[in-house]
């Protein structure tokens, strides 16, 4: 490998927002550095309150963490009791699997049709030793989403005592117009668990801060599980701040749009199969695992690094990201020059 390329690296593994931090979050850390010395709240109340006023909500329905893992560390290792068991999509987040791994949890797996998960297998796997099903939607690693009827339709499949926990990691950059409005379904179903994260299209995925929307009785046993300070106070005023830079979510959210759509049709042209994305990745997947490793190996040379979705339950793709228009154009570029042996 040519080593002066080390510096041109084209990092697309990580699903980060590639423009860096909202601009007001980097202001307002630059402006509560010399405060590092003092403690954070005790439990984010004023970004609790801030969450809540600006998704219309009580304050005693949205839990704060130190991003969306914590809160899914929380769920997995004690909402659920051993001899029950965990519903998740048999290609979808890594996170899940592995917590669930470590926590002992029954795992079943739902098989996905065309990358997307399948409602009628999530509902037929579901019994009475069901606690909860995680559906991340838009699903990491493929970008596909479920409606708002799927999702209805899953609510009313399962019982009230099965927490139906949805993952809208990258809902900013969602543009499908059946995609549920779940914090409106909350009103009818309280066993519907929203969580978020200001990790991808805030850009502060180092800073480690997300959010969890239920019923507030589930809210309550959320903050009981929570280490106290959890959230450092860097986090905490960056997250304070960067919800409210509008003009900065618009202009990522309108990149990523445009881009997405070309890297989409410069992998079609070049003969790939990729997956619809509602989000900032594709899914790029191969009849075999050595013609994705070819593909895999001939971007690396180029420094361009992507995600091999191995360890999210398929082999035979990666997942890359969608990064600026400067990193999208060299991607196309570099692209053009590759083999694929189909
Ligand atoms: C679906 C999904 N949920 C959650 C996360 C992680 O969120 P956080 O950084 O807030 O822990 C990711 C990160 O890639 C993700 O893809």
Do not use: W
């Not at 929570?226 to 860097?234: D, G, H, T, V, Y």
């Amino acid at each position: 490998m040519n080593t002066n390329n080390l510096y041109n690296k084209i990092a697309l593994s990580q699903n980060e927002n590639a423009y860096g931090p909202s601009p007001k979050a980097k202001l307002a850390v630059l402006g509560t550095v010399e405060r590092m010395n003092k403690y954070p709240e005790y439990h984010s109340k004023t970004l609790q309150i801030k969450l809540a006023d600006k998704l219309n909500l009580n304050a005693e329905n949205v839990f704060v963490s130190a991003g969306l893992v914590e809160s899914t560390d929380i769920l997995i290792r004690n909402f659920i009791n051993n001899d029950e068991t965990l519903i998740i999509g048999e290609y979808s987040f890594v996170a899940y699997r592995l917590l669930a791994k470590v926590f002992n949890k029954n795992v079943r797996f739902s098989k996905m049709q065309n990358f997307r998960i399948d409602v009628n297998d999530v509902l037929t796997l579901c019994n009475d030793k069901t606690r909860m099903i995680i559906i991340d939607n838009p699903n990491n690693p493929t970008g596909t989403v479920i409606s708002e009827k799927e999702l209805i339709k899953i609510l009313n499949g399962v019982p009230k005592s099965t927490l139906v926990v949805i993952d809208e990691a990258y809902i900013e950059y969602v543009n499908f117009k059946n995609y549920p409005d779940s914090l409106n379904l909350q009103k009818k179903y309280s066993n519907l668990i929203v969580m978020r994260t200001f990790s991808k299209i805030y850009g502060l995925a180092g800073l480690r801060v997300g959010y969890t929307i239920a019923n507030k009785e589930l809210i309550k046993k959320f903050y009981n599980y929570q280490a106290p300070f959890s959230i450092n106070k860097l986090a905490l005023v960056a997250a304070f701040h960067a919800i409210d830079d509008n003009n900065y979510i618009k202009k990522c959210h309108s990149s990523n749009l445009l881009c997405r759509n070309k890297l989409y049709h410069a992998l079609k042209d070049k003969g790939v199969s990729v997956a619809p994305s509602e989000s900032n990745f594709l899914f790029v997947h191969f009849n075999t695992k050595d013609l994705r490793d070819s593909l895999f190996n001939q971007m690396q040379e180029k420094n361009i690094f992507v995600r091999k979705t191995d360890l999210f339950g398929y082999d035979k793709a990666f997942r890359i990201t969608i990064g600026t228009k400067k990193m999208n154009d060299s991607v196309i570029e570099y692209l053009k020059e590759m083999k694929l042996l189909l």
